[in-house]
């Protein structure tokens, strides 16, 4: 049964998704923060077929942030990435440049907000990289950041990339931390596990602090759901 659940959502997923890639086109042309509503009603209907589907709801501990702010969340799954989406009003989101230079999709995310890396790390990436996070901040949004770099099996706890902490400094806003246990329910492959997907909004850290120990808190922070 929880193969055959697992297929259906997938399906309806995939299909959904692709109906709604032309008419969000459309919509991102017209108005960027209507893009955003956009994304975020696609994030809305994902958490609403995990429900119906595969049994898998959502269990939010702390408080959403309402201002801009750096939110570093733990990536265990695809299901945490989109329901922050559904949760965070309007985030630029930090992902791999090969995700936005995709077709259509690239366009739309794009247009959405995003802040491109490069796994190359040359000194034009870099410079490409700060200068889209000057453009986030002047824009007054969340900016919502993966620090690991990668998604992960629930209860693994890799060291931040070097980045984070640069991104940190330059953007100058006060960091949310995002604690899951999504990998639990929702591991990699096919079959998910019907459940509940804990996202835990930490206390706010402070900006200014160095390198050490901010990357130490928010490493601590999104892990404290591991054991």
Sequence with gaps: MTLLRSLLFAFLFYALTTLMVFPGLIVALASRRGMSRYARAWGRTYLWLARMVLGVRIRVEGDVPSTPTLVAAKHESAYETLALLALIDDPIIVLKRELADIPLFGRLTRRHGVIPVDRAASAGALRAMLQAADDARAQHRAVLIFPEGTRVPHGRAPKLQAGFA??????????????????????????????????????????????????????????????
């Design 166 to 227: 640069g991104l940190y400094a330059r953007l100058a806003m006060p960091v949310v931390p995002i604690a899951t246990d999504a990998g639990i329910v929702w591991p990699r492959g096919l079959v998910k596990r019907p459940g509940v997907v804990t996202l835990r909004f930490g206390e706010t850290i402070p900006v200014g602090l160095p390198r050490k120990e901010i990357e130490a808190a928010v490493h601590t922070a999104i892990n404290a759901l591991n054991a």
